[in-house]
């Protein structure tokens, strides 16, 4: 299991989004992890998607149970904003999945960001 | 920051969204109103074409070249079709300058307030008869997506506009006998955005688009894009 835990859900263009990962796989598992920082969009149209910043993680196979991975991902001062519109959305997330042959699902924790 | 690369989303802003920096501010010229290098050549080639195709259609009738005939008259008619094109633009860009906008301030952020100036010129003569400019500013999304088109199993592109702020400027009147239009308008961005956005498959745009009615002369629209990052005015 993966649980993403944020400092704030809220934070402002030019600002780290910062937070902790509590990885609890057993150990063999998977031997590593992915946290990104991704807007994407939602409406009327295609999606859109991009990954503004990310963070591999090893997962130690003699740690106990269960593994915490503090991350920081700064948000440039020109990336969108999250908007929300009439024909499109622009949403933020942090998302978390384990490396593994077969694409896994992500863990996701919204976050909003504001103009500076 | 003219000179650095704005990217507000997945896509960079186009370089020629960029105004030029001018001691009466930064200028966005039209480019939809000028008339470029590649006008011109494109209009070359299409007479050029003409003049080759033409008699070849007689030539080929009376070979009994069928094919070549109908494939000669398509040539003709997308040669004369670009050519009528080519020439309205012309004779527009003949009779107006270029439209342009001064700006004291780019890009520009929430809350921005100041004036911007319009200025167009005519070319040749005077107005005769007073004309009129009206001017709005505004905020669009613009979407693409695939649909399954219903003839085909291959997929049509759609896109759809919505426009989710704007403001219209009362329209002003160019006295006769005047050869410049030039209109100042106070802009307000609005403080809570929203901001330019440029994804591979989602925007959100500003505009400031002027339509000229000149009796006499032409009526046309000019159209500028904006660039409003998320930054907001302390």
Aim: glycine share 6%.
């Amino acid at each position: 299991m993966i649980e993403i835990q944020l400092e704030r859900d809220t934070v402002r263009l030019g600002e780290t989004v910062t937070g902790k990962i509590i990885w609890s796989f057993p150990p063999a598992k998977f031997k590593e992890g992915i946290a990104k920082l991704v807007w994407y969009t939602e409406g009327r149209g295609g999606q859109d998607y991009e990954y503004v910043q990310q963070m591999r993680f090893d997962i130690d196979p003699d740690a106990g149970q269960p593994q915490i991975f503090p991350f920081a991902f700064p948000i440039p001062g020109l990336a969108p904003i999250s908007y929300d519109g009439k024909l499109l959305r622009v949403l933020w997330r942090v998302e978390v999945f384990p490396m593994a042959m077969i694409t896994m699902q992500s863990t996701q924790q919204p976050i909003k960001v504001l103009p500076r | 920051m003219t000179d650095q690369v704005i990217k507000l989303g997945s896509r960079k802003i186009e370089r020629y969204h960029f105004p030029q920096k001018h001691p009466e501010g930064y200028v966005l010229v039209d480019r939809e109103d000028v008339w470029t290098r590649t006008n011109t050549i494109l209009s070359v080639i299409f007479f050029l074409v003409l003049i080759l195709a033409i008699p070849g259609i007689g030539q080929a009738w009376f070979a009994g070249e069928l094919d070549l005939v109908l494939m000669l008259v398509v040539l003709c008619l997308g040669s004369v079709i670009g050519l009528g094109l080519l020439g309205r633009h012309w004779l527009k860009s003949n009779k107006l300058t270029p439209g342009e906008i001064f700006m004291p301030r780019f890009p520009l952020r929430f809350g921005e307030d100041f004036t911007l100036r319009y200025r167009r010129k005519l070319r040749h003569k005077q107005l005769a008869k007073p004309g009129q400019v009206q001017a709005t500013l505004l905020a669009f999304e613009q979407v693409t997506y695939s649909v399954q088109s219903s003839s085909s199993s291959s997929n049509d592109t759609r896109t759809e506009t919505a426009t989710v702020w704007q403001h219209q400027f009362p329209a002003q009147e160019v006295p006769a006998f005047a050869s410049e239009i030039e209109e100042t308008y106070h802009i307000q961005i609005p403080r809570q955005g929203p901001a330019s956005f440029e994804g591979q498959l989602n925007a959100v745009r500003w505009q400031f688009q002027v339509t000229v009615n000149l009796p006499g002369v032409t009526k046309d629209a000019s159209s500028f894009q904006l660039i409003v990052i998320p930054e907001v005015v302390t």
